[in-house]
């Protein structure tokens, strides 16, 4: 056996983070792990290894047994400490449960979405433009965008829709800070999955129905429905992932846009341009910096030994930012042609809504960009990253 | 380039191929890619070139190189 110190943990990043405010400056520590520290150690959470080179998160993605999700993938955990499905899960039942909704969100099936999307986003746009000179289109577009789209999609009736952001915010934002809020936040957005599922359980099938509840409802695995608790599972983490990465996803391609003129007039004239930009933000400004793993059995990832138990965090933010991977890798260029980025993971756990957040994020920008003839950033002090506030400086 | 196919043990179905390459692959009930019959050859194609470099799983294959990704996999360029 080795000591820790001869594994190199005692004096590894005791302090790398990848949440709140670790992210204001954390292109900068991408940097430094990539060239001098690809794996390495953190104290935060319980402790973790790090693997920052995309490679390594690529073959670790494609080697479940080795690198497992379960107990969670989710660190710090999302205000409950229940195994989420899908992401929670492991093979053989991994499949099973993710099977159910595949068919859902297929690009063809997406695609009829995008009436009602760009509908949606053209009136989120003109509220902008008729709110005055200087707006939080986080607020205003970049939230209330995927909440309308996914609650419809989803089935959450539209009164639920004002209180969805206050469970998000102390869900996901303030889980580090104040636990015992999130946990909260937590059994109430249970609650309210279990109500719902009583009410629609008590209204019966209907026939007009297709959105993801029904489909969760009626759905086999292994020939017998799902559980009451796998069902309050699968739409704990539905909500929480289909809400909230989109959210993100918009506001940081307008912040980027709202700080590059020249990028913002060049999609504005060039529409055609916006899905290539769009995998571009997600590569550089993704939502999802990292998710974690368990090791299975003992491994070595760049001369590191990784032993059975330990926690390890896929940074795909570094990932999307390797050297080795990508020319000028810190530099945002709308027209980048190679980009097989890390933003959706990958392998079996590949984001399952991943047509969906990107058919979101173009539509959104395609949309204010066509309705707000200019806009620039109010406020420099407003982080890339979250869900806050972007305010911006609308113009003729 | 000999034939392309999509391996399905790979493919997650990202649906990028699609994306990029419409007139070559198309995607499945459950969103997984495949090579549109007919489409076999059309691996040397700008469009299907890119498709195989986007490929989050590196799913893309040539036949005639069996298991080895197709070409310009490894190319760190942009
Ligand atoms: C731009 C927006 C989004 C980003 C960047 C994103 C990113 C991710 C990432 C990185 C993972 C983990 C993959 C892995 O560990 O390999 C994931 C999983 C997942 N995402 Fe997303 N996501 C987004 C939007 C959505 C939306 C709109 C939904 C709606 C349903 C969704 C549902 C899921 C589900 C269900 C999983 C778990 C899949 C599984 O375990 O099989 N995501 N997402
Ligand atoms: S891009 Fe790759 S992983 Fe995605 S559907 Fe096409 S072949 Fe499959």
């Given at each position: 056996m080795s000591t820790e110190a001869e594994r190199g943990i005692?004096?590894?990043?005791?302090?790398?983070d990848f949440h709140g405010r670790a992210l204001d400056n954390i292109f900068d520590e991408y940097e430094e792990i990539l060239a001098k520290r690809p794996v390495g150690h953190s104290e935060k959470y319980g402790g973790f290894w790090y693997i920052a080179k995309s490679e390594d998160i690529f073959n670790a993605e494609q080697d479940p047994d080795t690198?497992?999700?379960?107990?969670?993938?989710i660190l710090p955990s999302f205000g409950t400490d229940v195994p989420l499905i899908p992401i929670d899960i492991d093979p053989p039942a991994h499949s099973d449960f993710r099977k159910i909704l595949l068919p859902m969100f297929t690009p063809m099936n997406i695609k009829k979405l995008e009436p009602g999307m760009k509908e949606t986003a053209r009136q989120l746009a003109e509220e902008v433009l008729s709110s005055?000179?200087?707006?939080d289109v986080s607020a205003k577009l970049a939230r209330p965008m995927p909440t309308i789209i996914f609650s419809r999609l989803a089935g959450y009736?539209?009164?639920?829709?004002?209180?969805f952001d206050r469970w998000i915010d102390e869900i996901i934002?303030?889980?580090?800070?104040?636990p015992e809020t999130a946990y909260a936040a937590g059994r109430e957005l249970n609650d309210y999955f279990d109500r719902l599922l009583d009410e629609r359980e008590k209204a019966g099938?209907?026939?007009?129905k297709d959105d993801l509840i029904a489909q969760l409802m009626k759905a086999e695995v292994k020939g017998r429905k799902l559980t009451r608790e796998e069902l309050l599972s699968y739409c704990y983490l539905l909500f929480l992932a289909g809400l909230d990465t989109t959210a993100w996803a918009i506001r940081s391609a307008l912040w980027y846009l709202a700080g590059n003129q020249k990028a913002q007039q060049q999609l504005r004239e060039n529409p055609d341009m916006i899905p290539g930009a769009a995998e571009e933000f997600l590569r550089?400004?993704?939502?999802?910096?990292a998710m974690a793993r368990t090791v299975k059995t003992d491994t070595v990832v760049q001369g590191q030994e990784l032993k059975a138990g330990e926690r390890v965090v896929l940074v795909f933010g570094a990932g999307n930012r390797d050297p080795e991977v990508y020319e000028e890798p810190n530099e945002i260029k709308?027209?980048?042609?190679n980009n097989r980025h890390l933003a959706f993971g990958g392998?079996?756990?590949?984001?399952?809504g991943s047509n969906l957040g990107r058919a979101e994020m173009v539509i959104a920008m395609e949309e204010f960009l066509k309705a707000v003839p200019h806009f620039e950033r109010a406020?420099?002090?407003?982080?890339?990253?979250?869900?806050g506030p972007l305010t911006l400086k609308i113009g003729a | 380039m000999g034939e392309i196919y999509v391996d399905g043990a790979r493919?997650?179905?990202?649906a990028r191929c699609w994306a990029l390459a419409p007139e070559t692959f198309e995607i499945d009930e459950e969103g997984y890619g495949k090579v549109i019959?007919?489409?076999?050859?059309?691996?040397?194609e700008l469009n299907v070139r890119k498709a195989i470099r986007n490929c989050p799983e590196r799913a893309i294959l040539e036949r005639s190189d069996d298991?080895?990704?197709?070409?310009?996999?490894e190319v760190a360029t942009s």
């Open positions: 005692a004096d590894n990043k005791p302090d790398f690198f497992a999700v379960g107990p969670s993938m005055g000179e200087v707006v009736p539209e009164e639920d829709w004002p209180i934002y303030e889980r580090t800070a104040k099938p209907d026939a007009a550089t400004l993704s939502p999802v910096q709308i027209d980048r042609e392998g079996i756990h590949r984001c399952l406020n420099d002090a407003e982080p890339w990253h979250g869900v | 493919c997650q179905g990202h019959p007919g489409r076999e050859n059309s691996g040397d298991e080895a990704p197709a070409k310009n996999e």
